[in-house]
């Protein structure tokens, strides 16, 4: 892996498959490899959005394990004053940046299809926790993408490979992301690599 956004990739894709081997196994290198332990901690807390409460609770659990082994010492920042309005402030800003030239037409059919749906993913999903400062946003796409290529969430991919590129990362970073993929869940890798594909063509 190497890499702190490989590492990422990796961890964050193992929580949400439940796969507690292969997170132990990403985390052991992470800390061989000194990777920032907010960074971590980061990617397996936002795996909620993508993987639900399970998977950021068992893998903030595996990596709190880890940790007590090493006997390394982590203290996570106090939780953040719930401010709506600053949330809704920042999740806009980064929404439109992930979406680029898209984003009224996302905004469009979500906010249609559910009001509330809507006001979640500005305020919970990009104001409240993709926009917080302890991990750089570009990493934090691709662990997303590591992820829904797991999980087998194609047109979501589809738009955070592109999401991705719009903040900054490059091709080979999110090709790498997307074929993780095929170490942990080979029968879903294909159809990952054709998003991956179709993603880069546009």
């Not at 950021?56 to 709190?64: M, N, Q, R, V, Y």
């Not at 037409?105 to 993913?121: E, K, N």
């Not at 091709?171 to 993603?199: D, G, M, S, W």
Request: charged share 20%.
């Amino acid at each position: 892996m190497k890499s702190d956004a490989a590492i990422s990739v990796w961890c964050a894709a193992s929580a949400a498959l439940q796969d507690r081997d292969a997170l132990r196994d990403g985390l052991e290198e992470a800390i061989s490899l000194k990777t920032s332990l907010f960074l971590l901690y980061e990617i397996l807390l936002q795996n909620y959005l993508f993987a639900g409460f399970p998977a950021a609770i068992e893998g903030l659990s595996t990596f709190s394990d880890i940790l007590r082994f090493h006997r390394i010492e982590f203290s996570p920042s106090d939780a953040q004053e719930y401010d709506t309005v600053a949330f809704s402030e920042r999740g806009m800003q980064l929404c439109e940046a992930i979406y680029g030239n898209v984003f009224a037409r996302m905004r469009a059919s979500v906010s249609t299809m559910s009001p509330d749906l809507y006001s979640w993913m500005i305020i919970e999903g990009y104001g409240k926790t993709l926009s917080r400062e302890e991990a750089d946003i570009t990493i934090r796409e691709l662990a997303i993408i590591g992820v829904l290529s797991a999980l087998g969430w194609q047109r979501q991919l589809f738009s955070h490979i592109r999401g991705s590129m719009n903040v900054g990362a490059s091709i080979e970073e999110v090709r790498h992301a997307v074929e993780i993929c095929q170490f942990l869940v080979p029968h879903r890798a294909e159809k990952a690599v054709n998003t991956f594909t179709n993603a880069v063509k546009r």
